[in-house]
């Protein structure tokens, strides 16, 4: 992680001034991609599914340590995602994209270590995450079934395939992140913890209390992110669909 951010701090200055955002123009604070950003940054921060896997892998597993651990992680996750989206923004502007290491060129050695870098992450990250959708399959599919090992081989192999096509076929990372994060991130950060908490709280206070405002309003926001960054999104890939943000395919 700290390669590819001194990667993108220091090569930003040196690339080709073409390539960076025009100094005539002044900086925005927000656009019209907004929303597809919000998707991103969400997808960056959604652990929630990891959570009960990483309280029981604590060696001393209590809700203080649980509590340090996320407060933690979380802080470190900030700092990258703040320090890459500001000098990023300051270098392309405009012409940032979603995945940033897709604004410099396919020549520069140091961002081609990050490029390595930021797959290998990938590589060692996806386990995780088939972890969590065989289970979830396994939970909703086959709860009243004994184990099988044949299915649990025959779920992993389908779920590493279809990441794996998705993969070959795909070639900007930044759409693919957008609509995650549009898609699912925003459910899983936004809409589900507040759904849950109304609904465990229910059976005591009435659902349109002024103390679930702030819930309710969370809600809203998720479905409204979840929408606009999806089909947005969508729509920007439709008409990039032969410029530098395409994903099209890696082999045409």
């Known amino acids: ?21 025009s100094p005539e123009k002044s900086l925005q604070l927000a656009n019209t991609g907004v929303f597809q950003a919000v998707g991103v940054i969400t997808f960056a921060f959604v652990c929630h599914h990891n959570s009960f896997m990483i309280y029981g892998s604590l060696r001393k597993p209590t809700l203080n340590r649980y509590f340090e651990v996320i ?6 996750a900030t700092v990258a995602s703040v320090t890459v989206a500001v000098f990023g923004y300051v270098y392309f502007g405009e012409k940032t994209q979603g995945n940033i290491l897709n604004n410099f060129p396919q020549d520069n050695f140091l961002i081609n270590i990050a490029r390595f870098l930021f797959a290998l992450n990938m590589i060692t990250t996806f386990p995780m995450e088939t972890l969590v959708a065989r ?5 909703l599919a086959f709860r009243d079934q004994e184990f099988s090992m044949k299915r649990h081989v025959w779920i992993t192999t389908g779920l590493c395939a279809a990441g794996l096509a998705i993969g070959e076929t795909v070639c900007n990372l930044g759409v693919l992140l957008e609509l995650t994060g549009g898609m699912s991130a925003s459910f899983l950060a936004f809409i589900l913890p507040s759904a849950c908490f109304i609904k465990l709280s229910s059976s005591s206070t009435p659902l349109y209390s002024r103390k679930l405002v702030g819930h309710w309003l969370c809600i809203v926001f998720g479905v409204t ?12 890939a439709a008409r990039t669909g032969s410029g530098p943000d395409a994903a099209a395919s890696c082999w045409r």
Do not use: D, K
């Open 135 to 139: 289970e979830v399959i396994e939970s």
């Open 225 to 236: 992110v979840m929408l606009l960054s999806t089909v947005l999104s969508i729509r920007h």
């Open 1 to 21: 992680m700290c390669t590819i951010i001194a990667a993108v701090v220091v090569e930003g200055p040196r690339i080709n001034p073409s390539l960076r955002a």
């Open 71 to 76: 407060h933690l992680s979380t802080a470190i």
